[in-house]
């Protein structure tokens, strides 16, 4: 397995120490609780307690009790680091694998991000599909991550969390949100709940771009999104975050808040039948949203042909004759259809509003899913944030938007908000570029904490390595005190491939 060498030369070194990222002040201990650079542990401290927790695996008690010494050291010394740095926290993405039952093995990663000087966690408890609960012990309609005799009653997510705090981590619990995979989709009962767009597609059929999630450069068979207005959706959905929530993780990240991004064109939404909203039960309550007869019948003809005609406001003067007032729905403005507009300019305007009312419609149901998401952990009393792209609010040329319609400065202020700043274009321009974006909309008192993409000390997928991106978002936003790297595969392919693949 290839380790990254932390060393750095010393040109660096003084440039990172005048930006406040290396803590001022080392104290006379040993060296294996000494900090180099951005908090992470020197070569002789991770051989060090490598070495001591092997002989604790193999019965050594005397090793095991130095052990245990050696993880409160570090996360001492983790936390003085931190408090004495320009960012406090600092948190690595991390999905788990059955792999990591095996004896040793959760110790191992845990005190690999330890070393790497990171001072949290963000577990993928909820992924394609599937749960990191017991399978025993799951009353979700997803199947278990953990299955097969042996592991079916480990709860690998209550031992990291107890496992990770020992070391002066924080541990949150990273969900899916509107992503609830194809193992629910699929089944009988569940299949009203998926999204669907007006060419008769859903997420399974459609031509997306999967997430960085996903191993690079590959799609993921495994993602399927939900109508957000589905009632038994967001039921299911809000038992597992208690679930979730009854382990008492230091908070909980909601993460796929948004439709589905599509490929090429299909990036764009432009017209209705773009949208996720011919659900059954976003049709529905988007009918709902008619003031009177007039106005539902002409909302479902604009969304079974994506246009009207004046013959359709001719037609439902006749079928409902006893309404005198015009088409209405919630947000029309009236004086746009009066009769003394004339008609084919009211049907221009009805199209523009009809338009914007489905588009509003469909963000509205990412706010309200996430309202219901989120409310068993607030109840709870543990924290909760928001994973989101930066451009994924965007509108694009004079009437089109960002086919994920993921309204994130509308999300809620008491909630962290966590921007992917996943721009690739060789340096941190573009990445700095999405940071300011993001901050322009962002009210005041709310929690920024940018999701950094790469690795250290050498460049990945058209992004420059973390360190100059760290530099780069000193320069831009020297308030911001907490970030975020994905992802801990990245750093440690050979690692994750190992787990990945092992006979637990």
């Known amino acids: 397995m290839r380790r990254v060498q932390f060393t750095v030369r010393h040109r660096l070194m003084a440039a990172l120490l005048a930006l406040g990222l290396i803590g001022l002040e080392v104290e006379a201990r040993p060296a294996q609780a000494q900090s180099a650079p951005f908090c992470q542990q020197s070569q002789t401290a991770i051989a060090q307690k490598d070495k001591l927790r092997q002989a604790a695996l193999k019965g050594n008690r005397d090793a095991e009790k130095r052990y245990k010494s050696l993880i409160a050291q570090h996360a001492e010394g983790l936390r003085k680091c931190r408090r004495g740095t320009w960012i406090q926290n600092q ?82 619990a990273w969900l899916f949100t509107m992503n609830f995979g194809t193992s629910y989709v699929r089944r009988s009962d569940k299949q009203q709940a998926i999204a669907r767009n007006g060419l008769g597609q859903t997420s399974l059929t459609a031509s997306l771009v999967a ?4 191993e690079i450069g590959l799609g993921n068979p495994e993602e399927a999104f939900i109508d957000p207005y589905s009632p038994q959706a967001r039921q299911d959905y809000a038992r597992m975050v208690k679930e979730v929530a009854r382990h008492k993780p230091d908070g ?81 403005n009236p004086d746009r259809v009066k009769s003394s507009v004339p008609l084919g300019k009211r049907v221009t305007n009805l199209q523009s509003q009809l338009w914007q009312l489905s588009v509003a419609h469909a963000a509205q149901g990412v706010i309200d899913f996430l309202a219901d998401a989120i409310a068993p952990a607030k109840n709870a009393g543990i924290p909760v944030g928001a994973v989101f792209f930066p451009e994924g609010n965007a509108t694009v040329g004079q009437t089109g938007f960002d086919s994920r319609l993921q309204p994130w400065d509308r999300f809620p202020s008491n ?28 009210p005041r008192g709310v929690q920024v904490n940018p999701v950094l993409a790469g690795i250290w000390q050498q460049p990945i997928s058209n992004r420059p390595p973390l360190e100059q991106q760290m530099q780069a978002l000193y320069r831009t936003a020297p308030k911001i005190r907490s970030v975020s790297h994905f992802a801990f595969s990245w750093q440690e392919p050979g690692s994750d491939r190992d787990r990945k693949f092992c006979q637990p």
């Open 252 to 332: 909980i990240l909601f993460d796929y808040v948004r439709y589905p991004r599509g490929s090429g064109s299909a990036s764009v939404a432009s017209k209705v039948q773009d949208l996720w909203i011919y659900g059954e039960s976003s049709w529905r309550t988007l009918l709902q949203r008619a003031m009177n007869y007039k106005g539902m019948e002409i909302i479902q003809r604009y969304l079974l042909r994506g246009h009207i005609t004046a013959d359709d406001l001719r037609e439902v003067n006749q079928l409902y004759p006893n309404e005198k007032a015009p088409p209405l729905w919630q947000g029309l």
């Open 211 to 214: 997430g960085l999630s996903t």
């Open 415 to 442: 909630m962290e908000w966590l921007p992917m700043v996943y721009a690739n274009c060789g340096d941190t321009s573009c990445i700095m570029a999405q940071v300011q974006r993001v901050l322009s909309f962002t």
């Open 91 to 172: 948190a690595i993405w991390i999905r788990l694998y059955p792999c990591d039952t095996r004896p040793g093995a959760l110790d191992a990663v845990l005190d690999q991000i330890v070393n790497r000087g990171y001072n949290q966690i963000n577990v993928e408890v909820f992924y394609n599909g599937r749960v990191l609960l017991p399978a025993s012990n799951n009353p979700t309609p997803w199947p278990s991550v953990l299955s097969g005799k042996g592991v079916d009653k480990v709860d690998l997510l209550a031992q990291t969390i107890r496992r990770g705090r020992e070391r002066g981590l924080k541990v949150y």
